[in-house]
Antibody
C-alpha cells in the first residue's frame, strides 16, 4: 500500500539544523510531488514547501525561504527536509505528504506519521 | 497567518448534524480553486477527508460531505459519532500568494 515513513524525533539547540527524512513506498516515486507541512506547538497546519522528486524542482513558503532546503535520493525513494537556524518557534511536528493535483486544485492524499522536532537550549 | 477562516469549535450530540464553514477570498476559494478537507486527531497523521470540494477518498464514510459557493466552503458531518471528535482543516490554493497549500484556522469538533 502507499506509505510514507518518516525519521524519528529530534531534539536540537537553538541555531542548529535538523534534517528529516520521508521514505515513500507503494507507488511510482517520481510521479507525485512530496509536500511538507508542520504543526508548531499549539498552532494549526502550515505549509513548508514541496518537491517534485522527478525533476528535483522545489518551492518553499516565503516564511521559510533561506532556512529550508528539500532534497531527494531517488535510489531509495526518499525526500529530505532540512531546516536551519532553528528557534524555539520551530518546535512542533513536521509531516510529509504525497501531493495530488488537477486543474482546479492541489491536495495531499497520503501522509507520513510525523516527526517531532523540539528546539530547546 | 491563515487566509482561510474557520470557527474555532463546533459541538453536537451523537447522531446530530454539524457543519464547519471555511471562508476565503477571491484569491483562493473565490478564484475557482477547489477546497479540500482533513481530519486530524492529536498525535496522528492528518487524514484526507474530502478532495475537490465533495469527493470522498476510499474508506471515508458518506456521513461526511462538502460544498462550495462563492468565497466559502463547508463540511457537514451527519450522524455524528464519538470517533468524529477531532480537528478539521480546510485547504485550498491561493493564486495571489502562489501558495498551493493554504490551510484554514482549524475547527475542533466535540461530541457531547
Amino acid at each position: 500500500q502507499v506509505q510514507l515513513v518518516q525519521s524519528g524525533a529530534e531534539v536540537k539547540r537553538p541555531g542548529a539544523s535538523v534534517k528529516v527524512s520521508c521514505e515513500a513506498s507503494g507507488y511510482p516515486f517520481n510521479s507525485y510531488d512530496v509536500t511538507w507541512v508542520r504543526q508548531a506547538t499549539g498552532q494549526g497546519l502550515e505549509w513548508v514547501g514541496w518537491m517534485n522528486p522527478g525533476s528535483g524542482r522545489t518551492a518553499y513558503a516565503q516564511k521559510f525561504q533561506g532556512r529550508v532546503t528539500m532534497t531527494r535520493d531517488t535510489s531509495i525513494s526518499a525526500i529530505y527536509m532540512e531546516l536551519r537556524s532553528l528557534r524555539s518557534e520551530d518546535t512542533g511536528v513536521y509531516y510529509c505528504a504525497r501531493g495530488v493535483y488537477d486543474s482546479s486544485g492541489y491536495w495531499a492524499d497520503v501522509w507520513g506519521e510525523g516527526t517531532t522536532v523540539t528546539v530547546s537550549p | 497567518q491563515s487566509v482561510l477562516t474557520q470557527p474555532p469549535s463546533v459541538s453536537g450530540a451523537p447522531g446530530q448534524r454539524v457543519t464547519i464553514s471555511c471562508t476565503g477570498s477571491s484569491s483562493n476559494i473565490g478564484s475557482g480553486r477547489d477546497v479540500h478537507w482533513y481530519q486530524h486527531l492529536p498525535g496522528t497523521a492528518p487524514r484526507l477527508l474530502l478532495y475537490s470540494n465533495n469527493n470522498r477518498p476510499s474508506g471515508v464514510p458518506d456521513r461526511f460531505s462538502g460544498s462550495k459557493s462563492g468565497t466559502s466552503a463547508s463540511l457537514a458531518i451527519s450522524g455524528l459519532q464519538a470517533e468524529d471528535e477531532a480537528d478539521y482543516y480546510c485547504q485550498s490554493f491561493d493564486i495571489n500568494l502562489n501558495v498551493p497549500f493554504v490551510f484554514g484556522t482549524g475547527t475542533k469538533v466535540t461530541v457531547l
